[in-house]
């Protein structure tokens, strides 16, 4: 493989460091986050794109075995700022202002899904981003299971005099 395609496969390698350094620094430090996504890897990075993979266990699944709606949103509220860090190698991502989350199929326990955070417009207050999360099959992104907006505050105080 060139370096020039593996390059492009794979993203900006330093925007995928940063964003690799902030799911093994943060997710840690976050209860829900290091409960459903400990096992995420990120796949892809450059600015204003995130993918990452992950592998749905029985903590990721309701009581008919699909995936759970909550975690579909917490995915999207994850993927939201991962995509708004790539925008400028920030640290901080802001605070939740809206999520919309739009269920259209289903993966069960066992299955891989592909996380793709879009930061559509990342602006001096606003953030905005849109995330698909997909079904894997047979190595290849497969049908949407679900989709979502995620609007943040991203002004950043200045620390006080």
Do not use: C
Request: proline share 2%; glycine share 10%; charged share 20%.
């Amino acid at each position: 493989m060139s370096d020039d395609v593996q390059e492009s496969s794979r993203g900006d390698e330093t925007i995928r460091s940063h964003i690799e350094h902030l799911v093994n620094t943060n997710l840690p430090n976050s209860a829900i986050y290091n409960f459903l996504l400990s096992d995420v890897r990120i796949v892809f990075a450059t600015r204003g794109t995130v993918k990452a993979r992950l592998t749905l266990t029985r903590n990721h699944v309701n009581s008919s075995g699909g995936i759970h709606g909550a975690v579909s949103a917490a995915i999207t509220d994850w993927a939201g700022g991962m995509a708004i860090a790539t925008w400028d190698l920030r640290a901080k991502t802001g605070v939740s202002v809206d999520i919309h989350v739009r269920y259209l199929s289903s993966a069960r326990e066992g299955d891989e899904v592909e996380i793709e955070g879009t930061a559509e417009k990342v602006g001096g207050s606003l953030a905005f981003t849109r995330i698909v999360i997909s079904k894997v099959v047979d190595g290849v992104v497969g049908p949407v299971i679900a989709s979502g907006t995620h609007t943040k505050y991203v002004k950043l105080r200045e620390p006080p005099k």
